[in-house]
């Protein structure tokens, strides 16, 4: 079992920034795939952005250029920077865990075996 647990979500201006954390215990977290998601109101669980074991990140078109995944791997965190915030970014975010061993991240949900309880990010305009 892997615990999730992120933190770092609030309210925001549009235009504003936030980081996000997230911790999984486990003795083998250098060897996760970290992923982000992100669900609105009404709407289907979207991928965010994911960064595999060889630290090598991917992210959402409509995150691209805006926000950065990064690792570190001795403190077991992952950040999701978020930069030049939209209202659309308004969403409750989740941290996944995929165990498998992968160099390229997943951004397909059901490949991610943990999941957090999520962190409200809300950006008014």
């Known amino acids: 079992q892997v615990q999730v647990v992120e933190s770092g979500g609030g309210l925001v201006q549009a235009g504003g920034s936030l980081r996000l954390s997230c911790t999984a215990s486990?003795?083998?977290?250098?060897?996760?795939?970290m992923g982000w998601f992100r669900q609105a109101p009404g709407r289907e669980r979207e991928f965010v952005g994911a960064?595999?074991?060889?630290?090598?990140?991917r992210y959402a078109d409509s995150v691209q250029g805006r926000f950065t995944i990064s690792r570190d791997n001795a403190k077991k965190l992952v950040y999701l920077q978020m930069n030049s915030l939209k209202p659309e970014d308004t969403a409750v975010y989740y941290c996944?865990?995929?165990?498998?061993?992968?160099?390229?991240?997943?951004?397909?949900?059901?490949?991610?075996?943990?999941w957090g309880q999520g962190t409200q990010v809300t950006v008014s305009s």
């Open positions: 996944a865990v995929d165990l498998n061993i992968r160099t390229i991240a997943s951004p397909i949900p059901s490949a991610y075996d943990y």
């Open positions: 486990g003795r083998t977290f250098t060897t996760y795939t």
């Open positions: 960064i595999s074991l060889s630290g090598s990140p």
